[in-house]
């Protein structure tokens, strides 16, 4: 089992910054990916971005140029950067975690945190 808990949302104006975290507890180890999607109202959810154990990161293209994705193994934490933040990223912010291990596969979301970026 694998509990995730974000953190770090709120309301900020456009142009702003915000940084979410993503504590993971329970059974982690091996190769494994963490990363973060976003739901906004009416939409479906997408992936921001996400970044693998070994620290390969990948961005979505509406993103790339304004967040940063890293974590910190040792503290089994994922951040998100988010900088010139735009009102098209208000959304729920999800944590998730996956992983394949010989014939288990992982997948686990956390609750969600809620980013606003008022015009």
């Known amino acids: 089992q694998v509990q995730l808990v974000e953190s770090g949302g709120g309301l900020v104006q456009a142009g702003g910054s915000l940084r979410l975290s993503c504590a993971a507890s329970g059974s982690i180890f091996g190769s494994n990916t963490m990363g973060w999607y976003r739901q906004a109202p009416g939409k479906q959810r997408e992936l921001v971005a996400s970044v693998t154990s070994g620290g390969s990161t990948a961005l979505s293209d509406s993103v790339k140029d304004r967040f940063t994705i890293s974590r910190d193994n040792a503290k089994k934490t994922v951040y998100l950067q988010m900088s010139s933040l735009k009102p098209e990223d208000t959304a729920v912010y999800y944590c998730?975690?996956?992983?394949?291990?010989?014939?288990?596969?992982?997948?686990?979301w956390g609750r969600g945190t809620q980013v606003t970026v008022s015009s």
């Open positions: 998730r975690y996956w992983a394949i291990t010989g014939p288990v596969r992982s997948n686990y």
